[in-house]
């Protein structure tokens, strides 16, 4: 991948939430290039199948990610460079987060891009590691639905009706 600063690498926090709110189509809209490692894409496929055990729905929204995959929308990345394998290495070894927070910081760092989270640990842990980071805070979500109302794809109505929808589902803002 090359270094390009409007590379936003995802979290998978970041997926669920859009999928609990039934409004990944955002992410189309959103302006630059997105992408999730191997190892978020194993979190997100993990997440699919244990919710179809509990929430069918939830499942299928879900899913709905795996179609932002097909299309282009999102692609997957790895680190691949020896300096990025071995930060991937020593933050594993510091087990504080987990591999999609820990592949993903990697990957922003090694291609120059912005990591995208609502993990607490992983943004502090990043700002600390000089990775770029969405936002003033751990809240990616929000900072992508501000973004996107300042690009005048939403409306101020409707991040507030989106901040609804997502509080429901115990996002905090």
């Known amino acids: 991948m090359n270094s390009n600063p409007s590379t936003y690498v995802l979290d998978n926090t970041v997926l669920t939430n859009f999928s609990r709110i039934e409004r990944l189509d955002l992410l189309t809209a959103f302006s ?13 496929e993990a997440g699919i199948a244990g919710s179809a055990k509990k ?19 999102i692609a997957v990345e790895s680190p691949s460079s020896l300096d990025g394998l071995a930060l991937y290495a020593e ?24 990591f995208v989270t609502d993990d607490e ?34 409306t101020e109505q409707n991040f507030e009706e989106l901040r609804g929808l997502l509080s429901k589902n115990r996002y905090i803002f």
């Open 55 to 73: 929430d069918a729905s939830l499942s299928q929204r879900l899913a709905g990610t795996r179609e932002l995959l097909a299309t282009g929308v």
């Open 91 to 114: 933050l594993q070894g510091g087990q504080v987060l987990g591999k999609g927070e820990i592949s993903s910081m990697v990957l922003a760092l090694e291609c120059g891009g912005i």
């Open 32 to 44: 630059g290039n997105l992408c999730i490692t191997r190892e978020v894409r194993q979190e997100m």
């Open 121 to 154: 640990k992983a943004w502090k842990e990043s700002k600390k590691r000089g990775v770029q980071v969405f936002g003033i805070d751990y809240l990616g979500t929000k900072w992508i639905l501000r973004d996107l109302v300042a690009s005048s794809v939403i």
